[in-house]
């Protein structure tokens, strides 16, 4: 069942993912309204370099803050701003969500970025720590992240996150889920994968006898399927010079005629 109501929770699954947090303050106290259900994470960047968190805690005289629930920085300091509603989504649509209602339903990350200037190893990496951590807390998969482009783009043209592969992002999301799924595992499962895992890799590595008669090779599973392809692949190379052959001699017993 998805978390319904405000993630109080945010700085504490954050900081549990192992990434550095700051608490702005009043950050608990800070929003739009409550949240109905949340669905997921729309991803975003600020379109500059250097914006500070304030600016996404208090917005602009047009558009009253916060932006986000997550401000993040380009070395990979995670600020948490808000944990009601900000306003970040606007209108637009997405499968799962209603249309032009996203800010009731999803948490907003406001990445310091210009949007054409890539992305740091630092900040990415936090990026992707950011939605797993939040993903993981809410039972949901990385089909639960959609760049603000995905979700604005056809009604308000937004390009956001920049330079950003979407379906790439949400790979790496994936990979740091099942990364983190190992250390989920008790001591005793932990132990037992990787007993599995060690025999798994002995079978691998273990030089079988030849079973032809006489021979002395050995070699591991790979290395006798490699060579059986090695093999196949120079009959094949036989077998055609041998067909050109015949249809030379065929060629010339016809021209004999």
């Known amino acids: ?20 947090v700051v608490e702005y303050p009043g950050w608990r106290d800070r929003g739009h309204g409550d949240f109905g259900e ?19 805690a208090y917005g602009f005289p047009s558009l009253a803050g916060p932006l986000s629930q997550i401000h993040l920085a380009q070395d990979g300091t995670v600020t948490v701003i808000a944990a009601g509603v900000a306003w970040h989504a606007g209108v637009g649509s ?76 949400r790979t790496d999301i994936a990979i740091r889920l099942k990364g983190n799924a190992l250390m989920a595992l008790s001591d005793s ?35 006798y399927i490699l060579n059986s392809d090695a093999a196949d692949y120079r009959n094949e190379q036989r077998l055609r010079a041998v067909e050109l052959k015949l249809d030379r001699l065929l060629a010339t017993a016809e021209e004999r005629r």
């Not at 319904?4 to 549990?16: E, I, K, M, Q």
């Open 189 to 223: 499962e932990q132990r037992e994968l990787l007993d599995k895992l060690r025999k798994v890799h002995s079978e691998l590595t273990y030089g079988f006898q030849s079973r032809v008669a006489d021979s002395t090779y050995r070699d591991t599973l790979v290395g």
């Open 94 to 169: 997405w499968p799962g969500l209603p249309e032009d209602n996203a800010n009731f339903h999803t948490i907003g990350i406001e990445a310091a970025n210009n949007g054409t200037e890539g992305w740091s190893p630092a900040q990415y990496d936090a990026y992707v720590g950011c939605c797993a951590a939040i993903l993981r807390k809410l039972g949901h998969g990385p089909d639960r992240v959609i760049g603000h482009k995905e979700w604005a783009g056809r009604k308000q043209g937004k390009w956001d996150p920049g330079a950003m592969d979407m379906a790439k992002f």
């Open 38 to 56: 949340v669905w997921g994470i729309i991803a975003h960047h600020t379109g500059g370099t250097n914006t500070p968190p304030s600016e996404i």
């Open 1 to 20: 069942m998805s978390w319904t109501g405000d993630p109080v929770w945010l700085a504490d699954v954050l900081r549990a993912e192992g990434l550095r």
